[in-house]
């Protein structure tokens, strides 16, 4: 059985909108499914997603 979603709404900058249309276009997602990942990316690299720990930050040295 699939989990339900959450469904609220989401107000986005109209550039931002585009940029995020155009990107999913290009990796063959939905902008809904684009979306869900780039929130899925940010949340693993914080370290705050299904217990994954954070990436550490490249210092430069």
């Known amino acids: 059985m699939a989990k339900k979603k959450k469904v609220f709404p989401l107000r986005?900058?109209?550039e931002m909108f585009k940029s995020i249309?155009?990107?999913a276009a290009d990796e063959f997602r939905s902008n809904n499914g684009q979306i869900e990942w780039?929130?899925?990316?940010a949340l693993k690299k914080a370290g705050r997603w299904k217990n994954t720990p954070p990436k550490e930050e490249d210092s430069g040295e």
């Open 12 to 14: 986005l900058d109209p």
């Open 38 to 41: 780039i929130l899925a990316q």
């Open 21 to 23: 249309e155009k990107w």
